[in-house]
């Protein structure tokens, strides 16, 4: 039996497009109603950290803040953040909000953080995340492969898969393509990694249409901070 804290965790998921929030209990189960927030615009740290505080003020008493980040991330600090804002490269995210919200603060890239929430923990277990991005995490028996960027790799016609898999590229192309785009983008993975499943998550996943191999499973974009117990479950 996995021994339960009584401790809440503020969930928090940064995007391109929303910062989103939620309280989960001791077991990982939302107890508040969702908050939600246009990422300003430009995203520098500073908006989104107040941002992050608006939201957390109605989100009731917690003890504790989990974060994914959609960019690289070690031990709180942000390495990469391409479609947020270059402000961010260097900046202490863990720190600077423990200051403001009083509270400790685990930072996670924001694929990772929907793998956690996500997979069974057996075998070899993909995540990508179709969103403003391409988020990608890499699982074996639960244990994580941190910071995996397939994003930014090659996928065809010289193209990386966030440039033909992205928000942009679907606006641009249309759903029709972009699903076609995805069946060989889920070929093209299962190639690599030879997965034993394939999670599809991220505000895009309800666009798509394509039928799906059986070993490959669209995840509400939710599991984005329920992800976030797993941060201290160490
Ligand atoms: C970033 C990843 C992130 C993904 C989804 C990519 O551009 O490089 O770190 O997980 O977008 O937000």
Redesign the pocket.
Known sequence: MEEHDNLRTLSVDI??SGVKVIVLDSKGNPITERGRLETPKPATPQPVLDAITELATNQGDYERVSVGF???VRQGIVE?A??LHPDWIGFDLATALSKNLKRPVRVV????MQGLGAITGKGVELVV?L??????ALFVDGKLLP?L?M??HRFRKGDTY?EQL?RAALEKVGREKWNKRLRKAIASLHHLFNYDYLYIG?GEAKKVTIELPPNVKIIPNLTGLLGGINLWRD
């Open positions: 995007g391109g959609p960019g690289v990469t391409v479609n890239n924001d694929a990772d995340t969103g403003t991005g391409f988020g990608s910071n960027e994003g930014h966030e992205g991220g």
